[in-house]
């Protein structure tokens, strides 16, 4: 296999998506490395999937709404605390946190190890959100929580500032 991302057609010509361990799209958002596993393109845009090295220390975006997707995150390696509303979840390895649509919610990696999760996008909307934050800082615009809840606003998703 090589270092891209390979499709594959079986008996029925449906495409199987197969994405080895140094494939897939990487983006880098501050220190969080997010590897995209799937778009969406083999899904029929029912379901992304990518995975996130959270580095020591990271803090997580503003805690947030979805209104169009669940999101899933299971825990590989080390600790992500959660927080949902105003309770704080610590969540090891081989831990599964789902959030439906319109819970308020974050996350951030509280502890001097990294941490590595699976996160799941039903549909695959919010993908295409972690792609348009990477071009804004490459852009150089300055990442504002302004700036973020207007990329955030493309996707159905809104802070919750009740608590913020």
Not at 100 to 106: C, S
Not at 159 to 164: G, H, I, N, S
Request: proline letters at 7%; hydrophobic letters at 35%; aromatic letters at 8%.
């Amino acid at each position: 296999m090589t270092d891209d991302t390979r499709d594959d057609e079986n008996n029925s010509g449906a495409t199987v998506s197969v994405v080895g361990p140094r494939e897939g799209e990487t983006i880098m958002l501050g220190t969080t490395r997010m590897r995209v596993l799937e778009d969406g393109s083999t899904t029929g845009h029912r379901l992304g999937i990518a995975e996130s090295v959270l580095a020591p220390y990271t803090p997580g975006p503003t805690q947030h709404r979805h209104a169009l997707h669940d999101e899933g995150f299971y825990i590989i390696s080390g600790t992500v605390r959660f927080t949902v509303g105003d309770t704080d979840y610590d969540a090891t390895a081989v831990t599964l946190v789902m959030v439906p649509p319109g819970v308020p919610h974050t996350f951030a990696n509280v502890t001097g190890q990294p941490a590595v999760m699976l996160s799941t996008f039903t549909p695959d909307l919010y993908v295409q959100y972690f792609r348009d934050l990477r071009d804004t800082i490459a852009s150089g615009q300055e990442m504002t929580p302004r700036v973020n809840i207007d990329v955030m606003s493309r996707y159905a998703t809104e802070p919750a500032t009740d608590f913020a």
